[in-house]
Structures are given as C-alpha cells and as structure tokens.
C-alpha cells in the first residue's frame, strides 16, 4: 500500500524557515516524480516544487523559487522541502503526492496524496 505522511509544519514568523519532510512507504521514490502542493484557506490547491529522485531534476513554481529548496534522498524514502524566507502568503496545509511519471505540477498526474501538514507564517 503506498503511503505518504507529510511532517514539519508549524508556526513561525515572517523571513523565517520550516524544513517540511515527506516520508513513503510501499514504494520508491525512485519510481515515480514527487511533488508538493499547498492549499490556502479559502484557495485552490497549488503547485510547490517536485523531484524526480531518480536524476535529481527538480522544478519550481513561481511562488516557490529562489526561496524553497526540493531534496530527496532515495535510501530513505523521504522528500525534504526547505522553505526559507517565508512569508504570510506561504500559509497553507501542504501536501506532499507522488504517482507521475513526469515532473509537473499538473495535480491530475498524481495518483497519490498525503495528509497534509500545517504551515502558519505570521506578520
């Protein structure tokens, strides 16, 4: 069964720095793309980051570049995600997914999810 547990958020001021974990069980990392979303409040879900663990290709959004920074480390079936610099308008619950073939942002490629873990950037 393939599982994947979210873990690290929390609150924390403005400029400062959470590092999220995404842990898998019932299957590689090495199979498949991972990505991280967030949702929020009262916000479609969006695109983060994602990894192809495999190659080591990583790719960003718009929101996330220059201050987040994607790692996986296969041997341990986990997906890091730093966040530096964070701001109010990183507040979300952020989930991590896995289940593309490809590394996109594309929700629908995803074929597994996460439960989410909270992150409360305040002013």
């Known amino acids: 069964e393939v599982q994947l547990q979210a873990s690290g958020g929390g609150l924390v001021q403005a400029g400062g720095s959470l590092r999220l974990s995404c842990a898998a069980s019932?299957?590689?990392?090495?199979?498949?793309?991972i990505g991280w979303f967030r949702q929020a409040p009262g916000k479609e879900r969006e695109g983060v980051s994602s990894i192809s663990v495999t190659d080591g290709t990583r790719y960003y959004a718009d929101v996330a570049k220059g201050r987040f920074t994607i790692s996986g480390d296969s041997a341990k079936n986990t997906v890091d995600l730093q966040m530096n610099s964070l701001k109010p308008e990183d507040t979300a619950v952020y989930y991590c997914a896995t289940g593309s073939r490809w590394l996109t942002l594309i929700q629908g490629e995803y074929t597994y999810w996460g439960q989410g873990t909270l992150v409360t950037v305040s002013s």
């Open positions: 019932g299957f590689s990392f090495d199979d498949y793309a």
